[in-house]
C-alpha cells in the first residue's frame, strides 16, 4: 500500500518547509516539492502542519492502583491516543515486590498485545531489585525495555529506599540505560496525610496540601544528587513546581545529566480546582498534585529554555463515579490520577504555541522527537524523514473545539469526565497515520484493534 500526501507544511523540531511526502507501506521513502507519482491513496493536506505522530512517554493504561484499575485499557487508552495525534505510547509495566521483572513485563505484553491502535513500548516500574535480580535489568534491555521508573513515593507500595535507587541507578549506569524518578518525599508526605486525617481533614484539597513543593523539590535534588554519584542520567518524571524546577536546574548547570518532563495539567490547571463544591476536586487528585497558578510561568520558562525537555500526560484515568468515589470520606483512598493522552496536542498548540510560549518547532520537539531521543526511538519515530516510521499528523491549526466528555471529538477515553472540560482551543490533529495506515480519518477511528506494534526500544542519545 502507498499514500502521497500533497500540499502539507511538514514542521519537525528542526524544519518547516512546504512538500509532499511519499509513503511506502510503513515509511517515508520521498520527500519533495510537488511530487508526479502514483500510489494507492492521495491525501491532500493543504492549509494542515505535518508533523511526526505524537510520542506520550508516560502513561498508565490498565494499572491496578487504589485499590482498582485504571478506566482505560489498551485498546481504548490507544485509540483515544490516536484520536489525539499520538502514535506512540511508553507505559510503565510493574514489578511487584517478590515478583520477576521478567515475568512482569511478560503480563504487560499480555495486556496489550493485540488490542493497540498505535505503537507502544514499556518502562519498567521496579519496586524490588535485590542483588540477585539485578541482571534481570540487563535482560530487560534485550527486551526493549531500556528505562525503569523508581518511586521515592507511595510508601509500602511502589516506594524504594535510598540504597535500592542507589544500586538500580548503578547498574543502569553500566548498562547504559535511564532511570525515570517519581521525586517526592514519600515518607514525610505520609507523616503529613496521617496528621491531616487526625484533624479530621478528608476532603480532596488535603491531597495537595498533605504533599508540599518542598517535598518534590527535596526529592529531585536527592535522585539527581544519587545519580550524579552513580553515573546515570536520571529523567525526573511529571515535574509540577518552581521550587523542583529549580533543583533541576542547577544541576544541568553543574553539568548533571538530568532532564525532566512535565504534564499539561500541570501548564493548565492549578490548585484552585480543588476548591470546588463538593467532592468534585477528587477529579484533580493525582500525585505531584495541581500547583499554585504561578508556578506556570517557570514551568514554561524551563520548557523553552530546555531545562524542561518533553511533555507527557501521566494519562491515569479512574472514573468519578465508583473509583474517584473510593475516597469520598477519606482523601488517601482516593485513587491517584487523571485522563489526559487524547488532549495533549491540541492544549499545548493552543496553550503553549498560540500565545508565544513556545514556538511550533519546539512544540514537535516537545511532543514527540525528545521522547523519541530520550527513550531509543529516533529517527525510526519522532521524525519526518526518509527511512522513518509513517507516523504523522494532519494537524489543522485552525480548527476550533470544546473539550468536553460529551465532544466526541475531542473525548474517547473511557472514563466519565474530561479534566479540561469546557477549555475552547484552536488546533486539532484531523488525520492520524500509524505506520502508512490512516487509523484516524476527519476525527474519525478508521483503524483496527491490534494495529499497533510492541517497540523493542534501543538506548537513550540525549
Ligand atoms: O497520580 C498519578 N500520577 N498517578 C499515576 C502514578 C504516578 O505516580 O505516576
Ligand atoms: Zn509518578
Ligand atoms: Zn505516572
New binding site residues.
Given amino acids: 500500500m502507498s499514500l502521497l500526501i500533497k500540499n502539507g507544511r511538514i514542521i519537525t523540531a528542526v524544519d518547516d518547509y512546504k512538500a509532499d511526502i511519499y509513503i511506502d507501506d510503513e515509511t517515508v521513502s520521498v520527500i519533495g516539492e510537488s511530487l508526479d507519482m502514483q500510489a494507492d491513496r492521495t491525501l491532500d493536506a493543504t492549509g494542515r502542519y505535518l508533523i511526526p505522530g505524537g510520542i506520550d512517554p508516560h502513561t498508565?493504561i490498565d494499572m491496578p492502583?487504589g485499590g482498582t484499575v485504571s478506566a482505560d485499557d489498551f485498546e481504548t487508552g490507544t485509540r483515544a491516543a490516536a484520536h489525539g495525534g499520538t502514535t506512540t505510547l511508553i507505559d510503565f509495566a510493574i514489578q511487584t515486590k517478590g515478583q520477576s521483572s521478567i515475568a512482569a513485563l511478560d503480563t504487560w505484553h499480555q495486556k496489550a498485545e493485540g488490542k493497540t491502535a498505535i505503537d507502544y513500548g514499556f518502562h519498567m516500574i521496579l519496586t524490588d531489585m535485590d542483588d540477585g535480580r539485578l541482571p534481570e535489568m540487563r535482560q530487560l534491555a534485550d527486551e526493549g525495555v531500556t528505562s525503569y521508573k523508581l518511586f521515592m513515593a507511595y510508601p509500602g507500595i511502589l516506594y524504594v529506599d535510598d540504597g535500592t535507587i542507589y544500586r538500580v541507578m548503578r547498574k543502569a549506569g553500566d548498562d547504559g540505560t535511564v532511570i525515570c524518578m517519581?521525586a517526592e518525599n514519600g515518607i514525610v508526605i505520609d507523616e503529613i496525610v496521617k496528621q491531616m486525617l487526625k484533624e479530621g481533614h478528608t476532603a480532596p484539597k488535603y491531597h495537595a496540601l498533605s504533599r508540599p513543593t518542598r517535598m518534590e523539590a527535596e526529592g529531585v535534588h536527592r535522585s539527581i544528587a544519587i545519580a550524579e554519584v552513580a553515573g546515570v542520567p536520571v529523567y525526573i518524571v511529571?515535574l509540577s513546581s518552581a521550587d523542583a524546577l529549580e533543583q533541576v536546574v542547577l544541576a544541568r548547570n553543574r553539568g548533571v545529566h538530568v532532564f525532566a518532563e512535565t504534564c499539561p495539567q500541570y501548564l493548565f490547571l492549578d490548585h484552585s480546582y480543588y476548591e470546588q463544591e463538593g467532592f468534585e476536586g477528587a477529579k484533580y487528585v493525582?500525585?505531584p498534585p495541581l500547583r499554585e497558578k504561578w508556578n506556570q510561568d517557570a514551568l514554561w520558562r524551563g520548557l523553552k529554555f530546555g531545562d524542561l525537555r518533553s511533555i507527557s500526560t501521566?494519562h491515569?484515568p479512574f472514573c468519578y463515579k465508583d473509583q474517584k468515589e473510593l475516597g469520598i470520606d477519606d482523601f488517601s483512598k482516593i485513587p491517584?490520577?487523571g485522563p489526559g493522552v487524547e488532549n495533549r496536542l491540541s492544549l499545548v498548540f493552543n496553550g503553549g504555541v498560540l500565545p508565544g510560549h513556545i514556538n511550533l518547532n519546539e512544540f514537535v520537539d516537545l511532543t514527540s522527537t525528545s521522547a523519541a531521543k530520550m527513550f531509543g526511538l529516533f529517527p525510526k519515530k519522532g521524525t519526518v524523514a526518509v527511512g522513518s516510521d509513517a507516523d504523522l499528523v494532519l494537524f489543522n491549526p485552525g480548527r476550533k473545539e470544546t473539550i468536553s466528555v460529551n465532544n466526541p471529538v475531542t473525548h474517547n477515553m473511557n472514563v466519565d469526565y474530561n479534566a479540561y472540560e469546557g477549555f475552547e482551543i484552536t488546533g486539532l490533529s484531523e488525520t492520524v497515520i500509524s505506520r502508512g495506515k490512516v487509523i484516524i480519518e476527519d476525527c474519525k477511528y478508521v483503524g483496527r484493534k491490534g494495529d499497533g506494534q510492541y517497540l523493542k526500544r534501543g538506548y537513550y542519545s540525549g
Fill in positions: 498508565h492502583f517519581h511529571h493525582m500525585t501521566d491515569c491517584n490520577g
